[in-house]
């Protein structure tokens, strides 16, 4: 195995310098935005804002501070932010599913009660 050499050494730290350039200069998240946007519609259309409304809330904050760092040239930081505004409202949107099928659960089991108990006195009267 051979050693680095000095001009070795300086392209590789040119090489490495441009990439990092490179990935500054991307492009607003534009695309990503949207998707958040559409996550966090579809989490409030299924009951989030009444059952995980501290996500939503997350999700909208988050949305707006990546809409802010697209004016403010910031594409790296603001796609960040859309992304984590995507997991909010997806979260949101779990939560929200997971509540409503427990309150559906919770309806049934207690007709289920219901049902026993007038089975019951049917057959004990």
Not at 37 to 44: H, Y
Not at 68 to 75: L, S
């Amino acid at each position: 195995m051979r050693s680095l050499s000095m001009l070795d050494l300086l392209l590789l730290l040119l090489l490495a310098g441009s990439l990092v350039g490179c990935s500054s200069n991307i492009p607003p998240p534009t695309q990503k935005l949207a998707l958040s946007e559409a996550a966090i519609n579809q989490a409030e259309a299924a009951g989030a804002v009444e059952f995980a409304p501290l996500e939503v809330r997350s999700a909208r904050e988050n949305l707006a501070r990546a809409r802010e760092a697209v004016t403010k040239q910031e594409n790296q930081k603001a796609l960040q932010l859309a992304e984590q505004a995507e997991v909010d409202a997806q979260l949101a949107e779990a939560k929200a599913r997971t509540a409503k099928a427990q309150k559906t659960v919770d309806v049934l089991q207690e007709s289920i009660r219901t049902l026993k108990s007038e089975i019951g006195r049917k057959v004990n009267p």
